[in-house]
């Protein structure tokens, strides 16, 4: 078993930031020799009530109290099985939120707390739940309609590292692809859990063509705000044979 967070353990992070009306995210910060690699979270308030967390990261205190004052936390999605370093002490927080993982991180993710869904049990009409397409571990995405357009939420697929902090990050982030000068799939991810490059391509080309398209949140880096559609038909032509 990877050896994962048992307790409440806040790492450096910036401000939970609200995004658009309903969709608030931070960065936070994985503590690497020489450096600090980003991850983010992102919480989605709910048509009835309460929220739902993607790729949970402890915060202070402050900002907790921000995400509660949206109502209860009622579903913890952990996009893929990658991302359950911090689920036990977030689940030990919020016993009542139910747990969501794709369908081949389900045992992974078992090791850190017990899985609730591998589909959308949310139920909320502007939330819709993907499989990426063409990679060798189930991964979600989210597509998320809002008054200001489409936000498509993603994970390991996509990175946009475009401030790494530290030379220890930057290294990294320069030498394995996680999008320092561009958002791209990284290599490690591309190495070890694509089997279909052409799949993928297809994949970020269908989300490129969502007619509302207003932003791409990844889970390491900064969110694509900017030409977010070119942001991913370039990244679907690194697949090019």
Not at 78 to 96: E, F, I, S, T
Request: proline letters at 8%; zero cysteines.
């Amino acid at each position: 078993m990877a050896k994962l967070n048992q307790q409440w353990t806040v790492q450096p992070h910036e401000d939970l930031v609200a995004v658009t009306d309903g969709i608030l995210s931070v960065e936070g910060s994985i503590i690497m020799p020489l450096g600090r690699f980003p991850r983010r979270m992102t919480v989605l308030s709910l048509k009835d009530g309460g929220s739902a967390i993607w790729s949970a990261v402890p915060l202070a205190e402050p900002s907790m109290r921000r995400i509660e004052a949206l109502g209860p936390v009622r579903f913890i999605i952990v996009p893929n099985q990658g991302h359950r370093l911090d689920l036990k002490p977030w689940k030990d927080r919020y016993p009542a939120a139910r747990v969501i993982a794709p369908p081949s991180a389900r045992q992974s993710v078992a090791e850190a707390v017990p899985v609730d869904a591998t589909n959308d049990i949310i139920a909320d009409p502007a939330i819709t739940f993907q499989i990426v397409a063409g990679t060798k571990s189930d991964e979600f995405a989210l597509s998320v309609k809002r008054g200001d357009g489409t936000t498509l939420i993603v994970n390991d697929i996509l990175a946009n590292v475009r401030h790494p902090r530290g030379v220890g990050a930057h290294i990294m982030a320069r030498l394995f692809g996680f999008g320092a000068t561009r958002p791209r799939t990284s290599w490690p991810v591309r190495r070890m859990y694509v089997k279909d490059p052409a799949a993928v391509a297809a994949q970020f080309r269908a989300w490129a063509a969502i007619p509302d398209l207003k932003r791409v949140i990844v889970s390491h880096g900064d969110i694509i705000d900017q030409a977010p559609a070119a942001a991913l038909t370039r990244a679907a032509a690194d697949y090019a044979p």
